[in-house]
């Protein structure tokens, strides 16, 4: 049942909360869930042991750490609740995701949707790397809700992921899903693990891109889309 009410995790048990956050990805506010199945319950899908708990006290322990001192008494199990959190990505089902929301059109201008924030995990050290998202598409009588297109980019962010991977999976999502003439999609990312590791270089940036269809065989279009990044967005 939906509710208004401010979500509180530490009320829900591990269960509950993970199925809240994978049907959030999975649902926007304004779809129409039609015909959707029963979720699967995600702890049969990862997660059920205390396989975390008891790495996290490992880890604890080799880092020159007391895991009994109160301090830390809880850090296990909240590590257990945030690493499923974050990965949460890999639960979401894309059929459930964009479930009634591709719609058959004639629009065929390009839609840009930019400056999506997002959270991932660098698969190299399992910190994380943030920034935004900009989607670009040229389609070919369908699109899809606006609302979902963030939830593509945080279906994908929320899993160990390299950042170059992150920028073609969501553009072959959109172009597979969409079969539009083109997909542009460009991240710009802080990692901290080049800011906070070995010297400082905290503040640099890193910038992918992922051209498909019209997007990388006509300089035009890929002009036109790098033109509606670099615009500032109007203030009403
Ligand atoms: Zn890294």
New binding site residues.
């Given amino acids: 049942m939906p509710t208004d009410k401010p979500f509180d995790p530490d009320l829900l048990d591990l269960e509950a909360h993970m199925r809240h956050i994978v049907e959030e990805i999975e649902r926007s506010g304004d779809d129409e869930t039609v015909g959707v199945a029963e979720t699967p319950a995600v702890g049969e899908r990862a997660g059920g042991s205390q396989g975390i708990e008891h790495a996290v006290r490992d880890i604890l322990t080799e880092i020159g750490e007391d895991p009994h001192r109160e301090g830390l008494l809880g850090t296990p199990e909240r590590m257990h609740r945030m690493w499923l959190e974050l990965t949460c990505g890999y639960q979401v089902d894309p059929d459930r995701l964009i479930n009634g929301a591709v719609f058959d059109v004639g629009y065929s201008e390009m839609v840009v949707i930019k400056g999506i924030p997002f959270y991932s995990l660098?698969?190299?050290?399992m910190?994380p790397?943030f920034g935004t998202a900009s989607v670009g598409y040229l389609p070919r009588g369908r699109v899809i809700g606006l609302s979902k297109i963030p939830r593509v980019v945080e279906m994908y962010a929320r899993r160990l992921q390299v950042q170059e991977r992150m920028t073609q999976q969501i553009a072959d999502f959109l172009q597979e899903r969409l079969n539009p003439y083109g997909v542009g999609v460009v991240i710009e990312a802080e990692?901290l693990?080049?800011a906070m590791r070995g010297v400082q270089k905290g503040g640099a940036t890193m910038v992918t891109s992922s051209v498909l269809g019209t997007f990388r065989s006509t300089k035009e279009t890929r002009d036109e889309f790098m033109a509606h990044l670099e615009r500032a967005i109007p203030r009403v």
């Avoid at 660098?122 to 050290?125: N, P, R």
């Fill in positions: 660098c698969e190299h050290h910190l790397f990692h693990c080049l």
